[in-house]
């Protein structure tokens, strides 16, 4: 099945800074890809996704970054402020959403004023 | 966005009680819930999905006669925990399914079982 990593597990920049978040996939036929921020105490949301037809989607000092080949995405966030701080998800989907959905590990991100 | 209502946000109880979950999608239909469970630092682990008008299938691991689990309309899922113990607290996490295949995630609630 399907298995998604993701790096690193806690990642911490100064405001301002741009911060990467990198995932790998192991099936090459999922072909969703979700980006997810959760506060404290909070469900998930969804920041960003993209699908396996596109290369890259941004989405203000948000984008994300896809190599099929290479099976791996990564999340950029650019001008990061404190309130970017948060755990960010990973996901891989084939087809039909959350019953494949296969979450990464996680990412803790610290932004420091 | 669409959004997801989830209910309550936190709970206590004692051992042996039953708690239930409502989850409710308010601006779109979600034929599709999905429930998690979330430990501390840790990732959403898929608990079930549910159907609307159908039993809920639960992965492999999950009790079904103890994560009770009920769909009966196109906006509302309901996750009951029967007899509720220590080791069942836990983050609890709903999602449903919206269009194209994007899933929006309920507040959370967070049980614990004295």
């Known amino acids: 099945g399907e298995n998604v990593e993701q790096h690193p597990s806690t990642l911490s920049v100064q405001e301002g800074d741009s911060a990467v978040i990198k995932c790998t996939y192991s099936?090459?036929?999922?072909?969703?890809f979700p980006w997810y921020k959760q506060e404290l105490g909070k469900g998930p949301q969804l920041i960003i996704d993209?699908?396996?037809?596109?290369g890259e989607k941004k989405d203000q000092r948000i984008a994300v970054t896809l190599n099929k080949t290479a099976k791996h995405f990564s999340l950029h966030i650019t001008e990061t402020q404190p309130e970017d701080s948060a755990v960010y998800f990973c996901?891989?989907?084939?087809?039909?959403?959350?019953?494949?959905?296969?979450f990464g590990a996680g990412t803790r991100l610290f932004v420091k004023a | 966005g669409a959004v997801v209502s989830q209910h309550p946000s936190r709970v206590i109880c004692k051992s042996g009680t039953s708690v239930k979950i409502e989850c409710r999608s308010l601006?779109?239909?979600?034929?599709?819930m999905f429930w998690y469970r979330q430990f501390p630092k840790q990732s959403l682990m898929l608990m079930a999905t549910?159907?609307?008008?159908?039993?809920?299938?639960?992965e492999q691991g999950v009790e079904k006669d103890k994560f009770l689990i009920n769909h009966a309309s196109l906006t509302l899922s309901t996750l009951t925990v029967t007899s509720a113990h220590p080791e069942d607290s836990s983050f609890y996490i709903c999602?449903?399914?919206?269009?194209?295949?994007?899933?929006?995630f309920g507040s959370g609630t967070q049980l614990s079982v004295l």
């Open positions: 996901a891989a989907s084939i087809g039909a959403g959350g019953f494949k959905t296969i």
């Open positions: 099936d090459s036929a999922s072909n969703y």
């Open positions: 993209i699908r396996s037809n596109v």
């Open positions: 601006d779109f239909q979600a034929t599709t």
């Open positions: 549910s159907n609307e008008g159908s039993k809920a299938t639960y």
């Open positions: 999602s449903g399914e919206g269009s194209n295949e994007k899933l929006f």
